[in-house]
């Protein structure tokens, strides 16, 4: 049995409108308890803190950044000619015998390279936090602190994330890479794997989370912090003396 999700394209402030839509394959249990689940859920919120957990195994499956139509050097990496070759020097020097007379499937030859379909196993998962969220009349963004690093912080970078702007919902943090350009949909799915390992049975604590900047070298971890180290600045004033009549 499948369920058929939406985003909501609201939450996220970008330009895009229309909702992204997919199907997700409901397991355990039999079937009449996955048409009760269904009905339970329908048209309600599922947050990621419901469907994965802290210190867990999961798996990512996207689409890669796209790179166009490459050569044989860029999409396969083959070792480039002499710089005198005739007709070029990035390309493959032989792609065959005469006979058989056919190409195989195993010579380097140039075509689409990027946005592929893969699949990443084993990404363990770091945190899981709540966004910007209002308590008792009080909105709390502190979703960066850890017990060694008590310092009032959002996960948004210094200047925001590269690309993307400022996370301000719900986020997972897990180890590793991920495939595909800033703001791309990916899939997350429980592991398919019985993990004995040390690493999947390892605690995690983290100590320290990094907001410094990423569009430059990064000193300070917040505002407040810079502003105490750069002290009152010449554009404060000018604020303040527009203000003043």
């Not at 229309?18 to 039999?30: D, L, S």
Request: aromatic fraction near 8%; glycine fraction near 8%.
């Amino acid at each position: 049995m499948k369920i058929a999700i939406s985003f909501q394209m609201k939450l996220l402030r970008k330009r895009q409108k229309k909702a992204h839509i997919m199907e997700i394959q409901v397991n355990g249990g039999t079937v009449v308890e996955k048409v009760d689940w269904a009905k339970e859920h329908l048209e309600k919120q599922v947050p990621i803190s419901s469907v994965f957990s802290q210190d867990e195994m999961i798996d990512v499956i996207g689409v890669t950044k796209g790179k166009g139509f490459k050569g044989v050097t860029s999409r396969w990496h083959c070792k480039k000619l002499p710089r005198k070759t005739h007709k070029g020097l990035r390309k493959v020097a032989c792609i065959g015998a005469w006979h058989p007379s056919r190409v195989k499937y195993t010579v380097a030859r140039a075509g689409q390279k990027g946005y592929h379909h893969r699949t990443e196993l084993n990404k363990k998962v770091y945190r899981i936090a709540t966004g910007i969220h209002t308590k008792d009349g009080k909105v709390i963004k502190n979703n960066a602190a850890t017990e060694y690093d008590l310092t009032d912080k959002n996960i948004t970078p210094m200047g925001g994330f590269p690309h993307y702007g400022e996370v301000r919902n719900d986020y997972i943090m897990f180890k590793g890479c991920c495939m595909g350009p800033k703001k791309r949909v990916i899939t997350l799915r429980k592991s398919q794997l019985v993990h004995t390992s040390r690493t999947a049975a390892e605690k995690i604590t983290l100590k320290f989370i990094d907001t410094a900047s990423k569009f430059g070298h990064g000193r300070f971890q917040t505002h407040a912090e810079k502003q105490t180290f750069m002290g009152p600045l010449k554009k404060d004033k000018q604020k303040e003396e527009t203000v003043q009549p």
